[in-house]
């Protein structure tokens, strides 16, 4: 990649999380809005959401009071992506069990399907999504649905997502996927499941922006890189949300970004190459310089002291391997956040 290259050089369509890269709770995040609204002067910009308690259009009018220029089919949520899956699963207009908010039920009902919340309605399937107010009676009327019938059939079950925690404005806060382990724990067996990491929501998103080229930005090397990587579609790590320095350093194979952004401003700065020594033991990234020397992670250059450090950091505990448990990491590359 030349250095003049940003990550938005030859994209066509950009990709975002919402939670913790757009917004944490009610509030935007610092420079997420004008980055944003920046980029969509020259790409388009979708907006991707696992979180399934809200509509598309509920979602779109948040960002447009944020100040971003949003309707409601720049908004792909996993709930869409749920009913694509359950279309597979059911015949047309089967009578479907509901656990979640109006976001989940709205799509279930665009999809043709007839809503129950009760087991006793002999469901066709269950689909279940995140909302605030689900309790343990709705719950239970998942695991009640989902049990095998007297002829030991087992109904399909479908979930929105499996995010173990959420963003809100107070913190970090159980997800959706804390809630399906719920039900998993009383059934014994997993939904399909179309949110990130999976790659059902990629698909949608692609095939409704027709991409080529596209860029995904998320803050979770779980769900968001990993899916991403999974779709084949290039990823931004942004440090704004869950996941931080500490865990990108240690971050898995498959949910390593092709970038690491401190902010959405870094998104318009000419990202630089990455340059290893000839041995690979070295990883240098416009002035910052770190080498692995045995089991210890060298700082060699602090460069600006900045972004720059910790991608050269990446970089080579990435390249050299090892796990992150069999190396002695300095305190300054992980708490640097």
Known sequence: MSDAATPLTGVDVVLADLDGVVYQGPHAIPFAIDSLNKAAETVRVGYLTNNASRTDQTVADHLTELGLHARAEDVVTSPQAAVRLLAQEVPAGARILVIGGAGLVKEVEKGGFEITRSADDHPAAVIQGFTPELGWKDLAEAAFALHPNEDGIEIPWVATNTDWTIPVARGIAPGNGTLVAAVHSAVGRLPIVAGKPEVAIFDEAMSRFEAKHALFIGDRLDTDILGANRAGIPAVLVLTGIDKAKQALAAAENERPRYILDDLRQLHEPYPE??????????????????????DVEIVAEGDGGINLLRAACAVIWASGRPIYGLNVPERLYLRR
């Not at 990455?274 to 089991?295: L, Q």
């Open 274 to 295: 990455t340059v290893f020594s000839k041995d690979r033991a070295t990883a240098t990234v416009a002035g910052a310089s770190v080498r692995i020397n045995g089991a």
